[in-house]
C-alpha cells in the first residue's frame, strides 16, 4: 500500500467516526452529550480538512497512485 | 330465627361499609411507609383497626358512638400531621426530633439511654447497615422512627468518580419500551422514537417483537432487549465501544505518519492533529466508555 492509500483510508475511517458521533448526537437526550459530540464532530472536520489537503500533495508527488 | 337472620344481614352491612370507610380514611390518612411511621401514627392506625373491628362485629352496639371515636382517631391525625408540617414546635413535640448516638466517632452513653437502646442493639443496627466496625462511623442520628442512619469516616466511604476527579457522562435512566412482547408508545414518543423505529432496531437484531420480554433503550438512545427464548445470544449494542476503538486507530494512524513523513510541513501537520485527537479521546472516553 501507497501512503496515499494509507492516508486515504485514515481519512474514510475519520469521517466514519464523524457520522457515528453525529447519529449519537442526535439520538442522546441530554444537552450536554449533545454539545460534546458536536465538539468532537467540529474537531475532527478540520483534521479532514488538513488530511485531504496533505492527500491532494501527495497525489502530486505519486501521480501513478492517483485515485487508489 | 328471624333475629338471627337479622343481625346477620346488619353484621353484612355494617362490615361492609366500614370496609369502604376505612379505605377512604386510609387515602386521607395518606401514604407514608408502614416500615417508617413514627409509634404515635402507628398507634392511631391500630386504634382505627380495633375500633372499626369493634364496630363491625357489633361489640359497639351504638353505631353513633363508634363512629365519633373512628372520626376523632382518623381525623386528629391527620389534623395533627398538618400542624406538624406547618409548625417546627408541634412537629418536635408531636413526631420527635432524632438522636444522636454517635458523634466525633464516640458513642453518646446518656443519649443511648434516651433512647431507651443497649450496646448490643446500636450494634445489630449498625451491622444492619453494613457497618462491622464502630471504628468506621463518624456519626449515627436514630430517627423518630427508631431507624438508625450512618455517617462513614471519610476514609471508608465508597469511592466515587468526584473523589477520584474523573469525569463521567451525565446518564438518566432507560426507558421500557416493550413490556411482555407488547411496545410500549407513550415512552416511545416521550423519547422521540416510533415503533418503526423499533421494528428497524430489532430487525437488526434479527428477533421478532413477539420474543421480546423486557425492551429498554438508555439515554444515549440504544436498544437493549431481553428474550423470551434465553438459548438465542443476540448482540448487544458496542457501536461506542467500536467507535472509540476506531478513533485509537486514527490516532496511532497519524503517530506513524509523522514518524514516517520526510517532508516538515506534512510532519507538523500530523503532530498537530495526533495531539487534537489525543485531546479528543480524553474527552470523549467517559462518554462512549462506560
Known sequence: MTVASQVKQTLANLKGIQGTLGIYSVKSQD????????EAINTINGIVEDLEKRIQTLEFEEPQYEGN | MGDAMQEWIEILL??????????????????????????FTFMSYIAIAVISALISTKVIKNIAFGFIALGVWVLLPVAIDYLSIKSKLIHDIVIGKGTVLIKNGKIMEENLLRARITGEELLRDLRSKNVFNLADVEFALMESNGEINVFMKSDKKPLTAHDIGKKVAPRSESQTVILDGTPLNEPLTSLGLNQGWLKTQLDKMGVSIDNVFIGQVDSSGDLYVDLFDDSINIPQPKVKE?????????????????????????????????????????????????
Open chain 1, 31 to 38: 444537552e450536554e452529550t449533545k454539545t460534546v459530540f458536536n
Open chain 2, 14 to 39: 355494617r362490615s361492609f361499609s366500614l370496609l369502604v370507610l376505612v379505605l377512604f380514611s386510609a387515602r386521607v390518612i395518606g401514604k407514608k411507609n408502614m416500615a417508617n411511621v413514627t409509634p
Open chain 2, 242 to 290: 467500536m467507535l472509540y476503538a476506531n478513533l485509537e486507530k486514527c490516532h496511532a494512524d497519524f503517530m506513524k505518519y509523522a514518524l514516517e513523513t520526510k517532508n516538515k510541513e506534512a510532519k507538523n501537520m500530523y503532530q498537530k492533529n495526533e495531539q487534537k485527537l489525543k485531546e479528543l479521546k480524553e474527552k470523549l472516553e467517559p462518554y462512549l466508555l462506560r
